[in-house]
């Protein structure tokens, strides 16, 4: 669907109240216009209204409506075709939530495709609207306004991570021995997404930086402060992946050595237990042969017998003690 229509001339927004083809030969027609068409998610009927306009490449535009591309820039002849990869933090959750903005830039016109909600669009119009510099740049300013707001996106996602990352060191460390690996992959798995929605940004800005775009050579500069910026976070979001690592690599030490602890005990428990074992079995087994009631069976009708095998039972039981306590299982 079409969200918002304008003409942009000497500064001054005017709205279309007319079909598109309409306010296309309007902005022509007037010389230092352009014409900004918003459209969210649309239908390729929606859309084939717009192309047969402004004579869109098909790859391009089966491109826009298909989302689903990494950043890049490609140029169709006088048009060029950017993908930029809003995120959006969900601080509940704190998953990160990708977006797709589409633009097709020309001389005298643009036109932005978004998919997803993780799209900074409305509040860069408003800028570029309460801006006459931007507004004096034509489609290079609308591109420098969105892709900068895109990347104070980048940037303010970092910090949120860097705090769930923290959040988390604390919880590896805390002596809880509480199993945090999915956590851990989750969160890994969302600096991934992030890595993979900002990282292909970097050649695009570059291809404008070094001049190779004659649309944007005006406001070089410009774009030059956001591939700055756009650096910076890169350089945290790989802080982040080793940090995950390392934090990964640490609890699983972690959890190994509180095994390997656990281990020992039940180790020296069963120890024990044995020894307890072999020093009743001893007693039990003279015992046993004394109670089988034979007729002819060594003192048995000694006077001495009895308390003479309790002292051999003592003394056996004495005897096995101090050789399982010197052995170190008692």
């Known amino acids: 669907m079409i969200v918002?229509?304008?003409i942009y001339c000497d500064g001054v927004r005017e709205t279309i109240n007319g079909d598109i083809s309409d306010a296309v030969t309007a902005a022509r027609a007037r010389g230092d216009c352009f014409l900004w068409i918003g459209l969210h998610e649309p239908t390729q009927e929606e859309f084939d209204l717009i192309t047969?306009?402004?004579?869109?490449?098909?790859?391009?535009?089966?491109?826009?409506i298909h989302a689903h591309q990494r950043p890049k820039?490609?140029?169709y002849d006088d048009t060029l075709f950017i993908v930029l990869k809003p995120l959006l933090y969900v601080e509940e959750s704190s998953d990160i939530e990708v977006g797709e903005i589409n633009l097709f830039l020309g001389r005298d016109f643009v036109i932005s495709v978004r998919h997803g909600q993780a799209n900074p669009l409305s509040g860069v119009r408003r800028r570029i609207e309460s801006d006459p510099d931007l507004l004096a740049a034509g489609p290079a300013g609308v591109l420098y306004a969105i892709c900068d707001e895109v990347v104070d996106a980048y940037s303010r996602i970092s910090h949120e991570v860097a705090g769930d990352l923290i959040a988390l060191e604390q919880r590896v460390f805390s002596g809880e021995h509480a199993d945090v690996t999915a956590d851990i992959y989750s969160l890994k798995r969302e600096v991934l997404e992030f890595r993979t929605a900002q990282d292909p940004l970097i050649p695009v800005l570059e291809e404008i930086v070094k001049d190779r775009v004659e649309l944007c050579r005006t406001n070089r500069?410009?774009?030059?402060?956001?591939?700055d910026h756009l650096l910076r976070v890169d350089a945290q979001v790989d802080e982040h992946n080793e940090l995950l690592t390392s934090a990964l690599s640490a609890h699983l030490a972690l959890v190994g050595r509180e095994q390997?602890?656990?281990a020992m005990q039940q180790n020296a428990d069963m120890r024990k237990i044995s020894s307890w074992a072999a020093l009743i079995a001893v007693p039990t087994m003279i015992a046993g042969i004394y109670g089988m009631n034979f007729d002819y069976m060594p003192e048995l009708h000694w006077l001495l017998g009895y308390p003479?095998?309790?002292?051999?039972?003592?003394?056996?039981?004495?005897?096995?003690?101090r050789l399982l306590?010197?052995?170190g299982w008692l």
């Open 308 to 321: 003479l095998s309790l002292a051999v039972m003592v003394v056996a039981v004495l005897f096995v003690h």
């Open 52 to 64: 047969n306009e402004v004579k869109l490449h098909p790859l391009a535009v089966e491109d826009a």
């Open 4 to 6: 918002d229509k304008a």
């Open 260 to 262: 390997n602890t656990v």
């Open 325 to 327: 306590r010197k052995s």
């Open 73 to 75: 820039l490609e140029r």
């Open 221 to 227: 500069e410009q774009f030059r402060d956001v591939l």
